[in-house]
């Protein structure tokens, strides 16, 4: 069994994320938008997987350069 400390989160919501990445929520809601940023709708709400920062965060710092949320596509666990 594992305990509350061990539990990680598997989505998180626009407003969690927009605090983790230090944006606006808006800016967020128009990056899904526009296609720019991975989400998923569950009919009026949008979730993100919390692996997506994850791969992008590693992406990141295992290539050593800028990660385009728009170019990036997050691969299958």
């Keep these: 069994m594992q305990n509350a400390t ?3 989160r598997q989505w998180l919501t ?3 994320v927009a605090t983790e990445l230090g944006m606006a929520e ?3 809601y128009r990056a899904i ?3 720019a940023f991975p989400a998923v709708r569950i009919g ?3 979730i993100i997987p919390a692996r ?3 791969q992008m965060a590693e992406a990141a710092v295992t290539t050593g350069r800028v990660v385009s949320a728009s170019e990036f596509r997050v691969e299958a666990s």
Aim: glycine fraction near 6%.
């Design 26 to 28: 808006m800016t967020l």
């Design 44 to 46: 009026r709400r949008l």
């Design 14 to 16: 626009i407003a969690e």
């Design 52 to 54: 997506v920062l994850d």
């Design 6 to 8: 061990d539990f990680k």
């Design 33 to 35: 938008a526009a296609g």
